[in-house]
């Protein structure tokens, strides 16, 4: 059972680049997320799906875009990344109902030079 | 809006010792769920142990429990009997009871479990 999976783990762009973080779930989960890690400030919410067709903003969405393409996946977009996006980015999904345990993709690292 | 607070950026104990990190919350919803998760070095997020909000009892998971004052806001979690593994970095956050788990993390607290 893969659960989570995003890709690709590790990244490097130079500034003004254009990328897409891909996240795909195999739990059949309604809801899914995309989130950011940043050193002493915890994981905060860029954006995210309750069910399949919709997207709504979280935290920190300036700078990005996402695309629930189906049940399954879920993708980030940085349109023009920026050094201030350096960070670590992870993909989550879970059941749209309050307290359930969200499941973490691993993380992909990008650095923005 | 709802904030978390880990007021314990680096925390270090010896193995098999009891250890206690702290979480505080604000909001002004009555229904809502706390959580604890752990980040060991490989980047995954594991899901320790969560709480209802409505409920008086604390949530306990084998070595792992919490103290839940819900008047204050505040969200302990004790590890009794640290092993090597509970190395990682833990992060309280909060969760909605209804809708989607649109997650509040706090900053973390980086634990250190030394043999």
């Known amino acids: 059972n893969a659960g989570v999976t995003q890709t690709p783990k590790f990244q490097v762009l130079k500034t003004g680049q254009s990328m897409t973080l891909q996240c795909a779930q195999d739990m059949n989960h309604n809801s899914m997320y995309w989130y950011r890690q940043d050193p002493g400030m915890g994981l905060r919410l860029i954006y995210y799906s309750a069910s399949e067709g919709t997207t709504d903003k979280g935290e920190v969405p300036n700078g990005y875009n996402v695309s629930r393409l189906n049940k399954r996946e879920f993708s980030l977009r940085l349109e023009s990344a920026a050094p201030s996006q350096t960070s670590v980015y992870f993909c989550?999904?879970?059941?749209?109902?309050?307290?359930?345990?969200?499941?973490f993709g691993q993380g992909t690292r990008l650095t923005v030079v | 809006a709802q904030t978390v607070t880990q007021s314990q950026p680096e925390m270090s104990v010896q193995e098999a010792e009891t250890v206690t990190l702290s979480c505080t919350y604000d909001?002004?919803?009555?229904?809502?769920?706390l959580f604890w998760y752990k980040q060991p070095p490989s980047r995954q997020m594991i899901l320790v142990i969560r709480q209802e909000a409505y409920k008086q009892q604390n949530a306990t998971e084998n070595r792992f429990s919490v103290n839940f004052q819900k008047a204050a806001k505040s969200f302990s979690l004790k590890i009794s009997d640290s092993q090597l593994g509970d190395t990682a970095m833990y992060f309280c956050?909060?969760?909605?009871?209804?809708?989607?788990?649109?997650?509040?993390f706090g900053q973390g607290t980086r634990l250190t479990i030394n043999p």
């Open positions: 909001t002004s919803e009555n229904n809502y769920y």
């Open positions: 956050a909060f969760g909605l009871s209804q809708g989607a788990q649109k997650l509040v």
């Open positions: 989550a999904s879970s059941e749209m109902d309050g307290g359930t345990e969200a499941f």
